[in-house]
């Protein structure tokens, strides 16, 4: 159906929240995502109020041919919050956090930012793990994932995740947990936005409050010598101890002195969710081995910490991506990595390894979507430039050096520290799950409506595999009322 000018008035009516279109005023920035290298033109935003606007805002999609955009924090190196010529479904007015403290249940709308959940939680003395910039979208984070400064001790964010409320590619609503849906459940917990559009997410909230947090940073030329420690110690390091090993430039303002500014360096980022006492007692080994340059760990609020690095990398700049999955880090990758790093562009590129062991590694690789718990490190490579004119230089650098560090990798990536890389990256990301995701995609969304993400292809379907057979007990989606 073409979608005419009588449509929209009327899918304005039917929705509480705002509809942006070209030549509204707003219309560039409603269309703008987080990074600056994303240009895209949808015919229409939808920013939506509730639910029920994502539902009526789906059918409409459908009803018109149109590609479906979710957005919810924005963040996505690929720009998939966002579309050429489709419909944006935008989520970012939906951040209500309800926390439960008697339950320790936290809920999240759908485009919640992290931050907005380390505000709500940490009134009661809860967290929910999530990842390292507040400003990142709940939505894009869970549904990949997961990985940040608690993942050590608590897992990837999809292991406190007990349910989630699912618009799906047909406009109706289902609940999806370990008593419903199951198959959506373990789908959603890894397999991106592929499966519906989540309202709201529900999550498992841990007792962390203030921590033991900081960098310590060491020269680059000793950076063989750190990376060769890290590997060996953080494998056996207690779990309330997190630390992500980077290459950094330091950044060139406070907390950081002066005579640092703007120095290549390399850096542990450490996390302790122990007392002062134990986190001494545990960080130890790296005061030792060799005395830091800089040593910044001290006692932070867990809000604070999780948005220390938010100034660091505001909206709108260049941001190119590539990453991996590390099972090991020999000495010849180590060498890849400095030969690299000793180039970072500029200031704000880094390259880091978030450990996953601990855990993560307690679940096995089937039990949820996410394909890599085997691996030891989640690497990001990620350069940032502010000038559009420098995009090509910092692409070609993140590629130069993922190709360099590549062979040593676990031979996948994180969805969510990936770019448009194609369909066999996706496959490698999901391994294994890969056609269970096919299948329960061909299930709830047979004509991959929701493409625009790190896309599962809908498995070709078998005779008696008709969407709504994985729902239990007769179930099916609450559909509204013909219209
Ligand atoms: C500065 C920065 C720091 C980051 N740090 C971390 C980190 O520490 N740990 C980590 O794991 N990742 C991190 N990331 C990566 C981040 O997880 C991904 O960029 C993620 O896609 C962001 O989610 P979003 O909702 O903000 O993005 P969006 O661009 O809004 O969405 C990303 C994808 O998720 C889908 N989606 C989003 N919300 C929903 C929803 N409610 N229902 C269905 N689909 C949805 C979208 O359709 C799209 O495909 C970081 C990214 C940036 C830019």
């Known amino acids: 159906m073409t979608m005419t000018n009588e449509a929209i008035a009327d899918l304005a009516l039917a929705v509480r929240g705002t509809i942006t279109g070209p030549g509204d005023l707003g219309y560039d920035e409603a269309r703008a995502v987080y990074n600056g290298m994303i240009d895209r033109r949808p015919a229409l935003v939808v920013r939506c109020a509730d639910t029920a606007d994502v539902m009526a805002a789906v059918r409409f999609a459908r009803e018109h041919d149109l590609a479906v955009a979710v957005r919810g924090g924005g963040h996505n190196g690929p720009g998939l919050g966002t579309v050429d010529d489709g419909l944006v479904i935008d989520l970012g007015a939906m951040r209500a956090v309800h926390v439960d403290p008697l339950q320790s249940i936290v809920d999240a709308e759908g485009g919640a930012t992290l931050g907005d959940i380390d505000h709500a939680t940490h009134a009661f003395g809860l967290a929910v793990p999530g990842g390292i910039i507040s400003t990142t979208g709940v939505g894009g984070l869970t549904l990949g994932g997961g990985v940040g400064h608690l993942t050590r001790g608590l897992g990837l964010t999809i292991d406190s995740l007990l349910g989630a409320d699912v618009v799906l590619a047909d406009g109706t609503f289902v609940r999806a947990d370990a008593d419903h849906h199951d198959d959506l459940f373990w789908a959603l917990r890894g397999g991106g936005g592929n499966f519906g559009i989540v309202t709201r997410f529900t999550f498992r909230a841990h007792r962390v409050s203030t921590v033991m947090a900081g960098p310590m940073l060491w020269e680059l030329d000793d950076a063989p010598e750190v990376m060769r420690f890290y590997r060996e110690f953080i494998g056996g390091a207690p779990r309330e101890l997190g630390g992500f090993f980077a290459f950094l430039t330091v950044p060139p303002g406070p907390p950081f002195p002066e005579e640092l500014h703007l120095r290549k360096m390399c850096a542990v980022v450490w996390t302790h969710t122990g007392s002062p006492e134990a986190a001494a007692r545990d960080l130890q080994p790296a005061r030792d081995f060799k005395r830091p340059v800089l040593d910044g760990v001290m006692a932070l609020p867990l809000p604070a910490w ?174 509204p009322p013909a219209r």
């Open 306 to 479: 999780n948005a220390a690095f938010d100034a660091l990398y505001p909206r709108g700049q260049q941001q190119y991506w590539r990453g991996d999955f590390v099972t090991e880090l020999p000495d010849q990758a180590i060498a890849a990595h400095l030969e690299h790093a000793a180039e970072l562009p500029t200031w704000q590129s880094t390259m880091h390894l978030y450990p996953i062991d601990g855990a993560a590694a307690d679940r096995s690789n089937a039990d949820t979507a996410w394909a890599h718990r085997d691996a030891r490190w989640a690497e990001v490579i990620f350069a940032v430039d502010p000038d559009p004119a420098r995009a090509d230089a910092i692409r070609r650098w993140t590629i130069d050096y993922y190709e360099a560090v590549h062979p040593y990798s676990a031979g996948g990536g994180y969805v969510n520290f990936m770019m448009d890389e194609g369909q066999e990256r996706v496959r490698s990301a999901y391994r294994g799950n890969y056609d269970r995701l096919a299948r329960i995609k061909a299930r709830y969304d047979p004509d991959n409506a929701f493409h625009v993400n790190q896309n599962v292809r809908p498995a070709a379907r078998a005779a008696g595999d008709a969407a709504g057979s994985g729902r239990k007990g007769g179930e099916r989606g609450h559909r």
